[in-house]
């Protein structure tokens, strides 16, 4: 990809419209100064002192926020949010952006799925500690599928593109539940031209009629599920390319019978991947939306993915600039012998 290439990929994604289905969840840092630690008068324990905290919108948040930087015209969340305090930051923190939030259902039935991260402040920055979760334990109640499914048979024809995130390990707690990932691939077949991208920690083998993404470990259970050999692009369903992240190797693009490695991008100096896979559906989606060839949107995703990474302590995005510059930094490295 010459960098006139990039640039006009990238000219072309404020006239974009497109939609996050998924899991919204709210990325809560809390900045711990353990020299600032008191004893507890009622237990002895220690009382751990926050001196910071920040909040921001978190997993199918994070590919919001990704999108958002990258310079995407127009952005439409679709999830539940609880009626709680962390939901109300979360959206505070999406309206900020500018997204549309009239497909992500409130109710008082439901937590907010937050991600509380402790970082203790130590010399020259944050070390993070134990994570707290906060996650819905019971099953999603069937009205609140029912208004998702809506909202997305109602958008889906008039958009440039669709991400989906399904974060929740236990089945049918979140938003992707079976009923709502089946109405997802109704609309990937029903639509073979638009642009689907679905990511699943647990259940990638599971979607149809859309392309998928995830790293190594997710595909090859994919595949080990699937009663597959390998991960292929043209089983019954699966006509669409697949995506795999190989981390600092960059991805693997499977396109019916043809495999190509997208390189990855040479980053100097400590990483925090956290999110880092979601900045490649950003680049992935917005680039194949823009109308990328798919070698061309991997390679948009991991140039993302490159920026994101050096961001550390919190979950990092991309912008076109920095996108630039990291497409300078391969052409730099495919120069350089050996």
């Not at 919204?24 to 004893?39: R, T």
């Not at 926020?65 to 609880?82: P, R």
């Not at 009626?83 to 549309?100: C, K, P, T």
């Amino acid at each position: 990809m010459t960098p006139y290439r990039l640039e006009s990929l990238l000219s072309r994604f404020a006239g974009l419209s497109i939609m996050v289905v998924g899991d919204f969840f709210l990325d809560k840092y809390l900045v711990l100064d353990p020299a600032l630690d008191e004893p507890s008068l009622e237990t002895g324990l220690a009382a751990r002192q926050v001196v910071a905290r920040r909040c921001m919108p978190g997993a199918a948040g994070t590919v919001v926020a990704n999108l958002h930087a990258l310079g995407v015209g127009d952005l439409f969340a679709v999830g539940i949010t609880g009626d709680d305090g962390e939901g109300y930051e979360l959206r505070q923190g999406l309206a900020a952006m500018g997204v549309r939030l009239d497909g992500l259902v409130e109710s008082p039935d439901r937590f907010t799925p937050t991600y509380i991260k402790p970082m203790n402040r130590e010399s020259g920055g944050e070390r993070e500690s134990s994570r707290i979760d906060i996650q819905n334990r019971t099953p999603t109640p069937r009205d609140l599928e029912g208004r998702l499914i809506e909202f997305m048979e109602d958008m889906t024809p008039g958009v440039d593109g669709v991400a989906v995130l399904d974060q929740v390990g236990q089945r049918n707690t979140g938003v992707v539940t079976d009923r709502v990932r089946d109405a997802l691939c109704g609309l990937g077949r029903t639509l073979p031209d638009k642009v689907m991208l679905a990511d699943s920690r647990e259940r990638i083998s599971e979607f149809r009629h859309v392309i998928r993404k995830g790293n190594r470990d997710e595909m090859r259970g994919a595949s080990e599920k699937s009663g597959l050999g390998k991960m292929r692009g043209t089983d019954v369903g699966m006509a669409r390319p697949v995506y795999v992240t190989l981390g600092a190797d960059g991805l693997l693009l499977i396109d019916g019978e043809d495999r190509r490695h997208v390189p990855g991008i040479r980053v100097p100096g400590p990483v925090d991947t956290v999110g880092a896979g979601d900045s490649v559906t950003a680049g992935i989606v917005a680039s194949l939306a823009a109308g990328a060839t798919p070698m061309e949107a991997g390679l948009v995703g991991n140039l993302a993915a490159s920026v994101t990474v050096r961001q550390l302590g919190v979950t990092g995005t991309a912008s076109p600039t920095q996108l630039a510059e990291a497409l300078k930094i391969l052409m730099e490295d495919k120069k350089t012998p050996g």
